[in-house]
Each structure stands twice: as C-alpha cells, then as structure tokens.
C-alpha cells in the first residue's frame, strides 16, 4: 500500500485528535485556523483512506480487575479460507481484546483480558481447538503495566497513559459496564444516541461517565493509526531483559522515543514495544544500539504487524 502523504495540518489535526479525540469540530478548526467544513473533509478522508482505524477510551481494565496475556502463535498448513473462518471465531471469543497478522517468528497476535486463571484456561482451550492441528508453537506474556504515548507527528508531547495493576479493585455498576462496552470503540460518542440505547438520561450517563474519568477508569480519547498506512513499519520488538535487572532507565528512555507509541511490561519484567521505523535498517540499527548501550538486554524478537484485525479497547 502507497504512503499517504500528510502536510503540517494533516499531522497536526492527527495529534489533537490524539489529545482529545472527542474534540469538536469548532474547537479544532480554530486550533489550525480552518473552517469546520474542512476538518470534517479532512476527518473523512483519514477515515477513508484507512489512517485512523478508530475513535477509542482508554480503558483501565486493570482497575476492573482483569488481567492481560499477550499470545503469539505460529500456524502453518491452513489455508486463506479456512485461517478466515477461523479468526472470526476467535474474534467472537468475548475475552479477546485484540488480534493482529504478524510477520515473523509468529503470525498471529492475540491479546487476552481476564479475571482468574479458570477463565483464562477456558479461553486458551477455545483457542486451542479452533486452531487445533494448524498451531505449531506458542508464546505466552503476562502483561502487569501499559504505557500509551501521544502520537508525536510535528510536535514534542510527552505525556504517558499508564495502565497497571492497582491493589485496590474498583465495583462499578452495570450501567457503567453498559456504558463501557458502548464507548470502548466509539470515543466520539453522543450523548442522546447512549441515552436512546441504554434507555437512560442523557443526565444519567452524563453523571456515569464522569464518574469513570474521576475514577481514572477511563483514561483518555483517542485515535487508533494505521501506521502502515502511513508509511512505517509497524513492529513489535520484544525485549527478553536479565533476570533481576532495573528496567526503569529503559522505561524513561521509551517514554521519549517518538517512535515508541505502546510499551507493555510483563510480570518477568521483560518488554515488548511497539516501534515505528522507515525501513528494518532503521529498526536494526534501533535494536543494535539499544542492546550495546543496555547490557541487561539479552536478545530480543521482531515481529512486523502487518494487519490489525479486532480491536476492542487498549
């Protein structure tokens, strides 16, 4: 697929949307000295041309009481049809927060939200007997700690979402989980149309949802890229760290690197990037100098994102 070429306000607009993807149009039309009309042309065309994947609440799922494994699987012998069939069935699954064709060591990516480890095993023996035969290895991450950059296209922002375990699990009403499930992917969302679907006043949701943010369970709005769309090379690096060894330097070093838009750490305190590079030189040279400079990195993996197929919250 061609790069899609963005000019400054193209970038800019990207990263307000990033800020606050609930942003009105108004309000983003004064921002870049625009008319409301073309923001709304621009939007569109993002949309259209598959740039912004989605509007999405940045959940806190751990404060909710789930918990994350990031599953990576090598299949083989199936073919377009039947690898269909079945992925769809896996997206129906109701655990299952997101999916991705990979390139590499493992062709597909497959994160897990769940509360014990009854439910966790339920769900992997689902996934076990979908793939049944066409499954030749897998890898398992248990993830403890997220952390969301801004999109940083033309500017320097470096404020952080963290997502982590929290002691202290929060009980929400079923309305709110109600409300949850609406917004996870659909952050623009209009007060009126939850109300009609809820079957609730715009008054009450209005109280709910702030509710969520003073709680920190909904951390932000924001907007899914397609960075293959823009010309990168979408790569999950993962890092296989010393046992024992102080990862914080590392973590402060990722929070600023434009290029690193999601880092999760797991329970081993090994980490897996999300890193965005022109061409796999670029990411070489990346890993290269990152391990020289590291020695508590012992090896790493990567794994190029090809497709994201479902996406239910971060």
Known sequence: MDRFKLNYKDQRLLELLDINSRSTLGFLAEKLNLSKQAIRIKINKF????????????????KLGYNNMHLYLMLQGIDKETYNKKVEEVKKLREIAWIAELFGESNLGISILYKDAMELSETLSKINKIFKSF????????????????????SQDSKIIELSHDKKILDIEKLDEKILSEIKNNARFNYLDLSARLNKKPETIKKHILFLENKSIIKNYKILLNYNRLGYLWNLCILNIAPGSDISNLLEYFKKEKRIPFVSVTIENNIIIDFLSEDYQELREFLNLLKEKNKELESYKILNVEKLIKLKEI
């Open 135 to 154: 499954m030749i290895r897998r890898e398992t991450y248990f993830i403890n700690k997220h952390l969301i950059s801004r999109i940083n296209l033309v």
């Open 47 to 62: 949309i259209q041309k598959g740039i912004i994947l989605n509007y999405v609440s940045i959940i806190d799922f751990f």
